[in-house]
């Protein structure tokens, strides 16, 4: 088993940043990849950004291309998510997610492991 949490969520305003972390415990030397997926309300859970475990491949959609990073601290288990350029839109649970089998997949069900989620908020 893998267990994930996150934190580093919050209120910001729009234009700002936060950096959001995942810790991982457990069985981690199963995980192939890793991604953040942010669901608001009424709406379906939707794809942020995916890493591999080896950290040499990422992947994200357009919505969050340029302003969104993804990356991996090999040494303390930890996944992180920065984001700049925050936008009112980006309001949503957060959470991490590991994969058995999948490097950088962007559909949720590639993931068997999830966090408990994050919320953030960005204020107009």
């Known amino acids: 088993q893998v267990q994930l949490v996150e934190s580093g969520g919050g209120l910001v305003q729009a234009g700002g940043s936060l950096r959001l972390s995942c810790a991982a415990s457990g069985r981690t030397f199963n995980i192939r990849g890793m991604g953040w997926f942010r669901q608001a309300p009424g709406k379906e859970r939707e794809f942020v950004a995916a890493?591999?475990?080896?950290?040499?491949?990422?992947n994200y959609p357009d919505s969050v291309k340029g302003r969104f990073t993804i990356s991996r601290d090999e040494a303390k288990d930890t996944l992180y998510l920065r984001m700049n350029s925050l936008k009112p839109e980006d309001t949503a649970v957060y959470y991490c997610a590991g994969s058995l089998g999948a490097v950088i997949s962007s559909r949720s069900s590639s993931y068997e492991y999830w966090g408990q989620g994050t919320q953030v908020t960005v204020s107009s």
């Open positions: 890493i591999s475990w080896s950290g040499h491949l990422t």
